[in-house]
């Protein structure tokens, strides 16, 4: 893995900059997102503000300013260029147009420009120590909130919002085969649970990775059942669970170096890794001696060590996606381009790729990966596999 | 002890203490309650004897004169109230704002105060 080299002007890259890749991968995406949706055309001109900042004569120049300081942030995080000072002025600009006007106010807003600044202020001596505080403080008061109102305990919140609000279909169609409110009230219930355990489990380490887990399936969850972002929230939180991934040391790809449609990949893939993660090895060089994997699983499956932990087949290809930062700017852009009103594109994007990623999908993606491995030599005109991939597989 | 937790720390202080004060006040700023509340509203608004428009009264107050709002009602009404209060101190403002939250029987709230 690159470590000490020069920040690259390349977007997709993260290494070489103060910031860890993890946190770095939060300022970005929360940057490319509030980019892509043209969230510069929001900022305010002072109006009701929260500090007494109206009284400035200049407002529209206030407004302006705030515009180009944020454009210019934005563009200077992607490209990797004072990573820590940009991240801290984009999310101070919009911090302040947050209390600079009432009507600009949101919870979204807000999230995003303390995440940036949070995110600029990282240092390793407490690592990502204020960034899970302010997760579990998010859901901490978002739950507690829920909990102590009367339209929450009673389901009326939820029973006005999906039915006749948003006219979701599940729920309308669900609600009326159960006694009054009993599905609101479930929703309601489980919504303020989660949030609470969320708070709870964000701050106890042994069950923060089930806590980033549970907080992808929420939002994702949430998205699904409304078809929106909730304007910046989604972008934010989840990238926000990127911050506390360890991004490994060492990701070696042990594959088949006389495979031709491997080779291939290799060679594509290295293309789209522009951080250099991993570092794809023939196993046939004995690259995979060191841990101990058996030749002819070797020959059967691909295998990748991250940090010495061994995954084999559909597991190792979706370790190579998961630790590429460029893959989540790409995921992000794929979100956040499309107009408001692509509601069906975003919950199939989602759908597809919790589906692809969460364990429980394991079964079916290691289906088509024996397939897509029994027939490999037809993929590919550049040479064929040697080795008999034809018997059952084996991993450790 | 590096300058960086200070801001930091700050940022975090200041929403804990948010959270707890919005236990005593109807307005739900900065305590982290995103769409708890569905506020559908319409506001008819009468400025030296002259009914406004939508368009003015967007322009007036940054709300649309018919909308929904997922913050808080006081957060509607708030804008309304200040707007008044703090840009139009001389005007004759009479602002009828009728209001159903998360679907309950319609309210009401109108200025000045009655």
Known sequence: ?396 | MNWRWVPAAALLLFQMGAILYARTVPSRYFCWAPFDMQTEYTADVTVNGRELTAREIQQRYRRPKKGVDNRSVQHVIDMFEQTERRYHGGDDTRITLRYRVNGHRPGEWQWPPR
């Open chain 1, 1 to 396: 893995m690159a470590a000490a080299v020069a920040a690259s002007w390349n977007p997709l890259r993260m290494s070489g900059t103060p910031l860890p890749i993890p946190v770095l991968l939060l300022a970005k995406l929360v940057a490319l997102s509030l980019l892509l949706t043209n969230h510069q055309r929001l900022l305010p001109d002072p109006f009701l503000p929260f500090i007494p900042i109206d009284a400035l004569a200049f407002s529209k120049a206030f407004q302006w300013t705030m515009k180009a300081v944020f454009i210019a942030a934005a563009i200077a995080l992607l490209f990797n260029r004072a990573v820590r000072l940009s991240a801290l002025v984009l999310g101070s600009t919009i911090l302040l147009a947050v209390v600079s006007s009432k009507a600009y106010y949101g919870n979204n807003k807000t999230m995003c420009g303390i995440a940036l600044v949070l995110a600029g202020l990282w240092e390793p001596k407490l690592g990502t120590a204020f960034l899970r505080l302010q997760f579990a403080l998010v859901y901490f008061g978002a739950g507690l909130n829920k909990l102590l109102d009367p339209d929450w305990q009673t389901g009326q919140f939820f029973h006005h919002w999906a039915g006749s609000r948003l006219q979701q279909p599940v729920y309308l169609t669900l609600s009326p085969l159960l006694p009054d409110l009993a599905l609101a009230k479930l929703f309601c219930y489980s919504t303020i649970a989660i949030e609470l355990a969320l708070a709870v489990m964000l701050l106890y380490r042994p069950a923060l990775p089930w806590a980033l887990w549970l907080n992808v399936l929420f939002q994702a969850s949430l998205l699904e059942f409304t078809g929106t972002t909730f304007t910046m929230f989604f972008y934010v939180m989840e990238a926000m669970v990127l911050a506390f991934v360890t991004w490994p040391r060492e990701l070696l790809v042990l594959f088949d170096g006389d495979c031709g449609i491997c080779n291939d990949i290799r060679r594509w893939w290295g293309r789209m890794d522009f951080d250099r993660v991993s570092d794809w090895q023939p196993f046939q060089r004995g690259a995979g001696d060191r841990f101990g994997i058996a030749r002819e699983a070797l020959e059967q499956r691909v295998h990748v060590a991250v940090d010495g932990r061994i995954y084999a087949g559909f597991r190792a290809c979706k370790m190579v996606l998961l630790y590429n930062p460029a893959m989540y700017l790409v995921l992000a852009a794929l979100i956040a381009l499309p107009p408001e009103s692509w509601r069906t594109w975003r919950r199939l994007l989602v759908a597809g790729v919790m589906a692809f990623f969460f364990p429980a999908f394991n079964f079916v993606g290691e289906l088509v990966y024996n397939w897509v491995a029994r027939n490999r030599y037809r993929f590919s005109n550049q040479g064929a596999c040697t080795v008999d991939i034809s018997r059952g597989t084996q991993s450790r």
